[in-house]
């Protein structure tokens, strides 16, 4: 499995643009690179996904680096609601497709 | 967590005492999931079914045992309970099969303490 490499936490002020990065240097040309958010005492929720091209959706927008090395997942706006876990997985798909967590950005949005 | 119904939601056993964990889709997915998370680390895999009548391990499965009788209903059993299995479980299923698998929905948990 590729392993990835995020901050530990990252803080956002309300109503601001927040850009998670993900490392992934390790990830094969067929991984999916998934986005997602865990909000405190819940279970995750699937944020966006995507392989090459940048994508975007309500949510959020993720961006690819053009050697799939690193990806970046944007908030336009962050809320209060925002403030989660944020998991970038690597999703292999000789694997059977199986998400594999690490240990995600906790973040925090202040007013 | 429409779609995904974990039950019970918290449960305290006695350590060697049996139990299973209940999780029913109604969303007709092919693939579900069973994994366990820890006070303030990640998620964990401990089993999966890509299909009805198949399964097969996560990372993390010893102690565990799994069983996928219908599309619908898979349920996670702790045949003798430890304290290291002090955690909380998530149930989740997916669209697709095997290599194409995305768009994961995970339940809202089980929160088992063995004591």
């Known amino acids: 499995d590729a392993k990835t490499t995020q901050p530990n936490s990252m803080e956002s002020n309300e109503e601001e643009p927040v850009h998670l990065p993900c490392n992934h240097s390790?990830?094969?040309?067929?991984?999916?690179i998934h986005w997602y958010r865990q909000l405190p005492s819940q279970g995750p929720e699937y944020v966006i996904h995507?392989?090459?091209s940048n994508v975007n959706n309500r949510m959020a927008s993720l961006a690819i680096a053009e050697d799939r090395k690193s990806s970046t997942l944007i908030l336009h706006r962050a809320t209060l609601r925002d403030a989660a876990v944020y998991y970038c997985?690597?999703?292999?798909?000789?694997?059977?497709?199986?998400?594999?967590f690490g240990q995600g950005t906790e973040l925090s949005v202040k007013p | 967590n429409a779609g995904v119904t974990q039950t019970p939601k918290f449960q305290v056993l006695k350590t060697g005492q049996s139990m299973t964990l209940q999780c029913a889709q109604d969303?007709?997915?092919?693939?579900m999931y069973w994994y366990r998370q820890d006070p303030g680390m990640g998620l964990r895999l401990i089993y999966y079914?890509?299909?009805?009548?198949?399964?097969d391990k996560g990372e993390v499965p010893n102690g565990y045992n799994v069983s996928r009788l219908n599309k619908r209903e898979f349920s996670l059993r702790l045949e003798s309970a430890a304290p290291s299995q002090t955690s909380v479980y998530f149930c989740?299923?997916?669209?697709?099969?095997?290599?194409?698998?995305?768009?994961?929905?995970f339940g809202s948990g089980t929160r088992l303490t063995v004591v």
């Open positions: 969303m007709n997915h092919n693939s």
């Open positions: 390790t990830i094969s040309g067929t991984d999916y």
């Open positions: 997985i690597p999703q292999n798909y000789n694997q059977g497709g199986k998400l594999i």
């Open positions: 995507g392989l090459t």
């Open positions: 989740a299923i997916a669209l697709g099969q095997g290599r194409w698998t995305y768009g994961y929905t």
């Open positions: 079914s890509a299909s009805e009548g198949t399964t």
